[in-house]
């Protein structure tokens, strides 16, 4: 007799099974770009500008063609012949490939050599002489729009300024209005610095174009393997059909492989040229100097309260510095992303966005780095400015944020910039956490503390963030439509195989998207193998980026395991002999309502699909499933920092820290757990350690790992996770809502209201991160704000 199975045993959700990557990954059996090698392969190096901005006079590559082993060596006007030397990039701007009549940041591709192996390769770049000749340099917003600025974009027409957009959202009037009625108005300036995801494993393809079968295929570092196949069909005018990109193992992306960098382009131009497999494979500092940096955003807002708490309104203008080409990979119609998701948390009634952004002579910027584009910028700008705005009333942090969140009971509710938030339980979750923190005694602490000359602090960030782009309506890339695809196939013997248009990059997707499966059908998970990665096999999809494989792929798995089990359901009445109608559905089991004792197992319906279906039913047990999300999930978080910082040296440590996700229903709480760890170790280095800028003459100061530091277990604090608060997201198949990033978009401003809040007295009101010592030392000594803006100071 069959019987329905045990979720938890078979490893469906809410089943903290091991991941099943990491028995290739400890074992460093993995299958990264790098370790793939083609017969014939040849290497390929790319020869980078030492300017932030000059004009090229001449390129003389003939050194370079004369070394032994080189190839092909490419230049711009080499591109410009196949009308490659400039692309398009995602935001609707074009990019340099390789730079024809200006270098326009440090690090900028000139030319590439291809050769027999890579210390050829970069000898032979050594040899190409390039003719400068340097031109006035611009690395912050202000230089960008000042009077007679150079032109960057020189080579666009229609573009006589350095402005990208100008661009707002909201109610300007009905802002204005709640102004002029309050009772108190609270202003906080600071910079976002330029940050970087800095994931282990570089970028890198490898081309491979077969002149016989007129078969292009590229194995890279690829978050997005679909919309990188549609973008070479653009961009190299190759049929789509006759391109394959497969994205192998990836050593963490964190949004820095979204982009369509020119080392990909060049690499499939050679391979082209060459008829062999051509690879590139990214150096760290051409990872740091030229790939898709994040943030470097300036944010100035002003709150309106009422002397009781109330917030009446919020004012925000922004200026983004995008570097020399707008490359941003954000599918939004929004020119700053998702930025106006800022105060979703808080019911406030009206509020103004303003967003400027601007070119400047730097890497192309504006990745979203574990980020739902400008969603980690947006959140620590509120919560920063939650906390000045609470100091400036005199009222309790914790208090101040409780008396403004959205009520339980007020969902679905509209935010003032429009978006509809639908579910979260703000209040419990910060309960949660000060109970954790101990946040009454701290204070007292923090007070007795503070008599004997000790600085302690405490930091609170909350916050709602939007996750799991699209829907359609309202975002694409390239014009197509933001949704994602799962196709399911189970076999005669009831294993199974799920593919996603999602690509994991270490978050762990093969171990839980067969736990959908499993808590769908009852297949044990270990029996679901899943693949993502190559298009020629896995349904069309938008990728992994922005927390949004859970929402919106993850959803897709559960929709097909769906359709599954409606024809398995056919094949069980068939099976039991009883009309549809009479059939019952436990977990991994149909049985007859009348008669429970009787019933088929899924895999008993399996073997049906191929051995006894019934008359007229088509063969088979497999089904594809499109899944556009009606909207966003918002996921809510809260983190609290206790620090103290040595007033004599700057130095701050971390005392304890809380974290309180509410993500809906966990698939895996191991997994969740692992993912907020690794944002909050993201979001303690961004803010202490991780010091990357530009000197006024644009070179990039940080380009290493000495001054732009990676945590490691020895720094890193410990961390409390709470995970007690679940509201599952109402519209999700399985109530999930995403988590990837959210620790590492909410964590920077814990860390740095807790700094402070530990120097609170001294009238400060910013110091921008990183919060290095000598910055914090700067503030305490100097009873002054400290700004980290580029270019950099002659004594930083
Ligand atoms: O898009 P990305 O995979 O980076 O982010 P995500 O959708 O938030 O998922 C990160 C990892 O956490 C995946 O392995 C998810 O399946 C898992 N997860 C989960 O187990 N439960 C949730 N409610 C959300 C994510």
Redesign the pocket.
Known sequence: MSQAVDEIKIGG?GASRKRVEDNRFIRGKGNYTDDIVLPGMLHMEILRSPLAHARIKSIDASKAWDIPGVHLVLTGEMMATRNLAWMPTLSYDTQAVLATDKVRFQGQEVACVIADDPYIAKDACEAIVVDYEPLPVIVNPAQAVAAGAPVIRDDKENQPDNVIYDWEVGDRDGTDRAFASADLVSKLELHYPRSHPSPIECCGSIADFNRATSKLTVYMTTQAPHIIRAAVAMVAELPEHMIRIISPDIGGGFGNKVPVYPGYVCSILASILLERPVKWIEDKSGNLISTGFARDVYLKGEMALRRDGKILAVRMHTDADHGAFFSDAQPSKFKIGLMHSAFAAYDIPVAHLTARGTYSNKAPGGVAY?CSFRVTEAMFFQERMMQAAADDLGIDQAAFRRMNFVPDEAFPHRTPFGFLTDSGQYAKCLDVGLKAIDYQNFRQQQEQARSRGRLLGLGISTMTEP??AGNSREYDILGIKMFDSAELKVHITGKAIVRTG?R??G???E???A??VAHELGIPAEDVVVEEGDTDTAPFGMG???????????AAVAMVSRKIRAKARKLAAHLLEVSEEDIEWELGRFYIRSAPDRGVTIQECAVAAYANMPDGMEPGLDATAYYDPPNLTW?FAVYIVTVEVDPETGVWDVLNMVAVDD???????M??E??IMGGLTEAYAMSNMQFITFDADGNCVGANYMDYLLPTAWETPGFELHSEVVTP?PHHP?????????AAVGGPAAFVNAVIDAINGTGVRNIDMPLLPDRVWEAITYRRDVSGAPPVRSDD
């Open positions: 959700i574990r996750l799991g999602a994991t990059q978050q762990g997707h171990t839980t998207w736990q959908i992994t980026y922005a927390s949004r494989s859970t929402p919106v792929a993850g996921p993500c809906g229903v966990r698939i895996n709480p997994i969740v692992g993912q997201c399985i109530g999930a809502k995403g988590i990837g990033e959210c």
